[in-house]
């Protein structure tokens, strides 16, 4: 069973309304010193939504289940805040979807709602392509990727010239159940069989390309009538993350200037090599069931390792966590482009991004608190920390620890809702890699002009890559 003190439940525009946007209430200008000494607000409330995610409880913190050790800590870090600012942070928690739309109701009809707010970047997208949030850049560090996530991580939220929200990438648990894909092994099955453990591989700096396809076969099994297979997978997770493994993303600067990924030669190259173990060098190590049921049969037993996100791992009393007594974790093995060590990983909405609405009563004061609340705790203060609390309260071994963290650091934006990730998908099939991309061509112009490239452009603008 799982082995944790505390797991905690993952289950976890328009620019023209700003004018029309200010408070008739006398704006708050506090002198502000380096280190936020000396800043009395003199009693300000500050609004803050929160939208709870699908896996949130109906009672929150920040995020956490009240009465629980980081919830506390959040508490005590907001009682802080209050008493050394002399401000009140006024939370409201509402369902995935109300506080967004709550806010862009306040914008369009001039009236003051929220000097902050926190919602799954999938909703955040839409909004900050329409113009309701302010740049961040001006205000805190955003380039501290330890505490508000890397530009890869919040691309979705990075728009044209600047950054509209960050994610409290210091604090633990909150982002464990937003990416995918890890592979998980079932290390009771590797000792059972003789198996050498795919961990030693990772290690060693031989998990590439080549040895998956030799470790697909050896733990393809035959015990009796029954097979238990190498591998299952939901093919569009690992269609996109045999993508990623060669060292590509969907957006791409190149010497042609941004270009998607799937078109370069490493990004062919990738899917060439996925079509060719899933369909020809290893198709018999793959359990036939290929849906996201797919979890349940690897809990069963019936395959050595399994492509799930991370949710299926730690998101819910059904996850691979709660119901096995010894699994490990494994990126996906490395094509040749690659940089050694840095293991991909992808995410379609990052369940908690936070950005100051433009109808905020003070830009400054809001980012203040916002800065100040998301330092990282006292008690995790590196990722160090962070690993080793994972190791002690979640995975089986160390290694498996500094394998999600690195996953997790390197996730890129998966561009699903914009539709660029079907070819992808579609790419796993009979048909030749070519002339999957050579028909979508088109379609893949388009959606990188209107919809990646802005993306993108803000990224180099604000981190120079």
């Not at 990983?345 to 809001?366: C, K």
């Not at 800065?371 to 979640?394: G, N």
């Amino acid at each position: 069973m799982i082995k944790m003190k505390s797991l905690l439940a993952l289950l976890l525009s328009f620019m023209f309304v700003l004018c029309a946007c200010q408070s008739s209430e006398p704006e708050i200008v506090p002198d502000y010193d380096t280190d936020k000494t000396g800043v009395n607000l003199d009693g300000y409330i500050l609004k803050w939504g929160w939208a709870k995610s699908g896996n949130d409880t109906d009672e929150n913190v920040f995020g956490y289940i009240p009465g629980t050790a980081l919830a506390d800590i959040a508490l005590d870090r907001m009682k802080e805040i209050q008493s050394s600012l002399n401000c009140v942070i006024d939370m409201e928690y509402k369902g995935f979807g109300t506080v967004g739309g709550a806010m862009q109701n306040s914008i369009l009809s001039g009236s003051l709602l929220y000097d902050l707010m926190t919602n799954e970047s999938y909703q955040t997208l839409g909004y900050v392509r329409a113009g309701y949030f302010t740049g961040l850049s001006a205000y805190i560090d955003v380039e501290n990727t330890d505490k508000w996530g890397t530009p890869s991580m919040l691309q979705s939220v990075i728009y044209k010239d600047d950054v509209y929200s960050v994610v409290p990438y210091a604090w633990p648990e909150l982002l464990y159940t937003t990416f995918g894909c890890p592979i998980v092994v079932n290390e009771e099955l590797i000792s059972q069989y003789g198996h050498e453990d795919p961990r030693e591989f990772v290690e060693n700096g031989s998990w590439n390309w080549d040895k998956f396809e030799e470790v697909l076969h050896a733990y393809t099994v035959q015990d009796g009538e029954r097979t238990i297979y190498g591998m299952g997978a939901h093919t569009p997770y690992y269609s996109m993350l045999m993508f990623l493994s060669n060292g590509v993303t969907l957006t791409e600067y190149t010497d042609k200037g941004i270009e998607c990924g799937l078109y370069t030669e490493a990004g062919m190259q990738a899917m060439e090599r996925a079509q060719s173990i899933r369909y020809q060098t290893c198709s018999e190590c793959f359990h036939p069931n290929e849906g996201t049921s797919v979890l349940s049969d690897f809990i069963n037993g019936d395959m050595v390792l399994v492509v799930t996100n991370a949710g299926g791992i730690l998101g819910s009393t059904d996850a691979v966590m709660y119901k096995m007594s010894n699994v490990g974790i494994l990126p996906f093995p490395q094509g040749p482009n690659a940089e050694p060590g840095v293991y991909p990983s992808y995410h379609e909405s990052l369940l908690y991004v936070t950005g100051i609405p433009v109808n905020a009563n003070d830009t400054e004061v809001a980012a203040t608190v916002l800065d100040m609340m998301f330092e990282p705790f006292d008690e995790y203060e590196t990722k160090e920390d962070i690993i080793e609390y994972l190791a002690d309260q979640v995975f089986f071994d160390v290694r498996d620890a500094r394998v999600f963290v690195n996953m997790l650091e390197n996730t890129e934006y998966g561009y699903q809702n914009d539709g660029a990730r079907a070819a992808i998908e579609g790419v796993m099939s009979k048909r030749s890699v070519t002339e999957v991309l050579e028909g979508l061509e088109d379609v893949y112009a388009e959606l990188l002009e209107k919809n990646m490239k802005p993306h993108y452009e803000g990224r180099l603008a604000v981190y120079g890559k």
